[in-house]
């Protein structure tokens, strides 16, 4: 008999039964929203198996990669009927042509009518822009009807390289003011993190701010755990990475998954007692593939996580 027992990696998507789901967490991953590659998507024969229509699937441009790849990307999750919402990263953007030919391929070949911004993940800019505030001034998203800029619930070293808040912090008061001034729904989608109230005391101190911007939390999705250790050591986690390196000292729960259970479980049960909390949607970055997080969607989600195909 073998003495740890591992879950298979899915080959396709198994529905939960209702008597399975927490009511709370259910409530609390609907409408979530999920981060692909191309690289990752083309693992995927048919989003529609996994995911539930209307998913707003993220895709995350890293330094170079074609946006050929990225268009092509969005074209096909289009054509499945998934809301693309593609990564804009400032620092790997050259100038404003470069920009308005990405814009108008997407628009133009995938229909793309939202975006994310964020600086990106690079030292040293390419060009002419550093700020995600610099591509939001440029005016070329005029027409898109929703814009999502990046928020950091612990922090984030390459912006405040002195550790503290204060430049992401105003960063976020600009976005504020300029979410007055368009017509595109604005949000803020976070970095992942593993504890619930790091998050919540984020949240509550950026309307205690005066800012108001509906925050999509991020969460990663189940992995292993050395996995999850190398991506949120490399993405700048701050203080709740604790919760991977306890983990990481029972060696009876070394080589299984890490999933993000307990910490949605938390933030939902918080949010069911104060339903003004900011935190609206759920983000996932499906660290250990993308069907291994569908599949956790699924398993704890309940109706509103079923896929597109089962439904």
């Known amino acids: 008999m073998a003495l740890l027992q591992f879950k298979k990696k899915p080959t396709e998507a198994t529905p939960a039964t209702a008597q399975d789901v927490n009511p709370e967490v259910a409530a609390f991953l609907e409408d979530y929203s999920i981060e692909v590659m191309p690289?990752?998507?083309e693992k995927v024969e048919d989003f529609?198996?996994?995911?539930?229509?209307?998913?707003?699937v993220y895709i995350a441009h890293i330094e170079g990669t074609p946006i050929e790849d990225m268009v092509a990307t969005a074209r096909r999750l289009a054509r499945e009927g998934y809301p693309v919402m593609p990564h804009f990263p400032a620092r790997i953007i050259k100038d404003r042509a470069m920009l308005a030919d990405w814009i108008a391929r997407y628009q133009g070949e995938a229909g793309v009518d939202q975006a994310l911004m964020l600086a990106g993940g690079v030292d040293t800019p390419h060009g002419q822009f550093d700020s995600s505030m610099q591509l939001l001034e440029t005016g070329l998203f005029?027409?898109?009807?929703?814009?999502?800029?990046?928020g950091h619930p612990e922090g984030n070293?390459?912006?405040?390289?002195s550790g503290g808040n204060a430049n992401v912090d105003a960063a976020l008061r600009w976005k504020q003011r300029f979410s007055e001034t368009t017509d595109a729904e604005m949000a803020i989608a976070t970095q992942f993190a593993f504890e619930a109230q790091p998050i919540i005391?984020?949240?509550d101190s950026l309307r205690a701010g005066g800012i108001d911007l509906?925050?999509?939390?991020?969460?990663?999705?189940?992995?292993?755990?050395?996995t999850m250790i190398k991506f949120a050591m490399a993405c700048g986690v701050g203080p709740s990475i604790r919760v991977l390196q306890r983990r990481a000292k029972d060696v009876s729960k070394l080589l299984l998954p890490f999933?993000?259970?307990?910490?949605?479980?938390?933030?939902?049960?918080?949010?069911?007692?104060n339903p003004d909390f900011n935190v609206t949607n759920v983000h996932v970055f499906p660290l250990g593939g993308i069907k291994t997080a569908a599949q956790w969607a699924i398993d704890h989600g309940g109706a509103a996580a079923?896929?597109?195909?089962h439904a």
């Open 157 to 161: 070293r390459d912006i405040d390289p």
């Open 142 to 150: 005029g027409d898109f009807k929703r814009l999502h800029v990046a």
């Open 201 to 203: 005391d984020w949240a």
């Open 214 to 226: 509906p925050v999509h939390i991020g969460i990663a999705g189940p992995a292993k755990l050395q």
């Open 39 to 41: 690289r990752t998507a």
């Open 259 to 273: 999933e993000p259970t307990e910490v949605v479980t938390r933030l939902a049960a918080h949010k069911a007692a």
């Open 48 to 56: 529609r198996d996994w995911l539930p229509a209307g998913t707003r």
């Open 306 to 309: 079923v896929p597109a195909s």
